[in-house]
């Protein structure tokens, strides 16, 4: 049995003392000199805003390549906020679907449509295929998500199920968020599938917010032989830094609207607010929120809708998003007023709103806490597509006024 004197133990003691205060000093200097070496690699001045483009694109088929995810980012990093505007695959510019532009005519093109449709040129690119997509799943997953209906889709010759159930709670990493995102066999097509992106997106984005800038380093390294980008590690890692400090995130649709035949064309009478709220728009994020309304009186004119438009500009400040006046064929199914939640987190605004604009009206409050709200729910949706009737998701509240006499 060895025995320690009393000064051996106090030298112990000492030792692992100054052990453990050299290891948090190269931790701390670790990310010190990184910082250092950011600065260092990269000397020009990150411009403010900063706007990005990123763009998914699909297999190469017959020599032509497809960017099926197209999403804009604007960083305004001195106000803190970060907003991102998707914009769907099928938008009809110049007699082409915007998805074949890239591959058509290039990334200057692409830009110049950017600029024309945001008024924001974008500064640089990022492209990714869906490789790169499995890594960030595996790397920052998992990313839970519910689905809204089945998705259930199979391509033996691409090893490839999807089979999801609606309401239900799914944790998915790599391969399965990238089917989740993918899918675009539901009621609304392309238009359901880049909601889905955008939840997946914001919930991919606060994961990588939570690393640290070794660990993004690292990651980028991983990702980097699956991606083609104009903006080198040391601009990735300052912008990193940007967003790291209390960054709000919103998320849009650039406005669109669906033609007779189903074409999509951008909606010219609110692309220049939205243009206008774009930059500082997530500052307000908390009480930004899409009203859908729709008719389920015996009014079935446009008189409904001018009437309750101008109710809510009278008590309110503000008008409904879109007010849907026609008989969708939903009207026999539902009595009294409903109003469903899409965003539980700004559920009280919105019903103070509906408070104030119909303050004699008894609303039946749906939160999806049950599964004949969603029957309910996909059951309005999907009379509104049968007449071509497609609204801007998310739907924060989605309301059913019967009777109108206000």
Same mark, same amino acid.
């Given at each position: 049995m060895i025995e =320690?004197?009393q000064g *051996?133990?106090?030298?112990?003691?000492?030792?692992?003392?100054?052990s +453990?205060s050299? $290891?948090f000093f190269?931790?701390i200097s670790s990310?010190f000199l990184l910082?250092?070496?950011?600065?260092?690699?990269?000397?020009g /001045?990150v411009? #403010?805003?900063?706007?990005?483009l990123v763009l998914?694109k699909?297999? /190469?088929?017959?020599?032509?390549?497809?960017t099926d995810v197209?999403?804009?980012?604007v960083?305004d990093w001195?106000?803190?906020?970060?907003?991102?505007v998707?914009i769907?695959?099928?938008?009809?510019i110049?007699g082409?679907?915007i998805? $074949? +532009?890239y591959?058509?005519?290039?990334?200057?093109?692409?830009?110049q449509?950017?600029?024309?449709?945001?008024g924001?040129k974008?500064?640089s690119? %990022?492209?990714?295929n869906y490789e790169?997509?499995?890594?960030l799943?595996d790397?920052?997953g998992?990313i839970?998500? +519910?689905?809204?209906?089945v998705?259930?889709y199979?391509?033996l010759?691409?090893?490839?199920v999807?089979?999801f159930k609606?309401?239900?709670? =799914?944790k998915l990493?790599?391969?399965q968020l990238?089917a =989740?995102?993918?899918?675009r066999k539901?009621?609304?097509?392309?238009?359901? !599938?880049?909601?889905r992106q955008k939840?997946?997106?914001k919930?991919l984005?606060?994961?990588?917010?939570s !690393?640290n800038?070794l660990e993004?380093s690292v990651? =980028?390294?991983?990702?980097?032989?699956y991606?083609?980008?104009?903006?080198g590690l040391?601009?990735?890692l300052?912008?990193f830094?940007?967003l790291k #400090?209390?960054?709000r995130?919103s998320?849009?649709t650039l406005?669109?609207?669906?033609?007779?035949d189903?074409s999509i064309?951008v909606?010219?009478?609110?692309?220049?607010?939205?243009?206008?709220?774009?930059i500082?728009?997530?500052v307000?994020?908390k009480?930004r929120?899409?009203?859908?309304?729709?008719?389920t009186s015996?009014?079935v004119s446009?008189?409904?809708?001018?009437?309750?438009?101008?109710v809510?500009? *009278?008590?309110v400040?503000f008008e409904?998003d879109?007010?849907v006046w /026609?008989d969708v064929?939903?009207?026999?199914k539902?009595e009294?007023d409903? %109003?469903?939640?899409?965003?539980?987190?700004k559920?009280d605004y +919105?019903?103070g709103?509906?408070?104030?604009?119909?303050?004699?009206?008894h609303f039946?409050?749906h939160?999806?806490d049950?599964? /004949?709200d969603y029957?309910?729910?996909?059951?309005?949706l999907e009379g509104?597509v049968?007449?071509?009737?497609?609204?801007?998701?998310?739907?924060?509240?989605?309301?059913?006024i019967?009777?109108?006499?206000?």
């Open positions: =320690y004197s *051996d133990i106090v030298l112990k003691k000492i030792f692992l003392s100054l +453990i050299l $290891a190269l931790i990310f910082d250092k070496m950011v600065s260092y690699l990269f000397k /001045e411009k #403010n805003p900063y706007v990005f998914g699909d297999k /190469e088929i017959e020599h032509t390549v497809r197209i999403v804009v980012g960083l001195k106000k803190g906020n970060l907003s991102f998707s769907p695959r099928d938008l009809m110049e082409k679907k998805n $074949a +532009i591959n058509t005519y290039g990334m200057e093109k692409l830009f449509i950017i600029e024309s449709l945001l924001l974008p500064d690119y %990022v492209i990714f790169a997509f499995k890594i799943g790397e920052l998992p839970e998500v +519910i689905p809204n209906e998705m259930f199979e391509d010759s691409q090893n490839l999807i089979d609606p309401g239900v709670p =799914y990493n790599g391969e990238l =989740y995102i993918r899918y539901d009621s609304m097509g392309d238009l359901a !599938r880049i909601e939840d997946v997106l919930k984005l606060s994961k990588a917010l !690393r800038p993004i990651l =980028y390294k991983k990702i980097s032989p991606i083609e980008t104009d903006i040391p601009e990735i300052t912008l830094s940007k #400090n209390s960054v995130v998320f849009s406005p669109y609207k669906v033609d007779s189903g064309f909606d010219e009478r609110r692309l220049g607010s939205f243009k206008k709220n774009l500082g728009s997530s307000q994020e009480y929120v899409n009203f859908l309304v729709v008719n015996s009014l446009r008189v409904f809708e001018a009437n309750l438009r101008g809510w500009k *009278d008590r400040g409904p879109r007010v /026609e064929g939903i009207s026999q539902f009294g409903h %109003v469903f939640i899409g965003e539980p987190e559920e +919105i019903l709103i509906l408070k104030k604009a119909h303050p004699s009206r039946t409050v939160r999806f049950r599964p /004949e029957t309910m729910y996909y059951t309005i509104l049968k007449n071509r009737i497609y609204p801007d998701f998310p739907v924060s509240a989605l309301i059913l019967d009777d109108f006499r206000e």
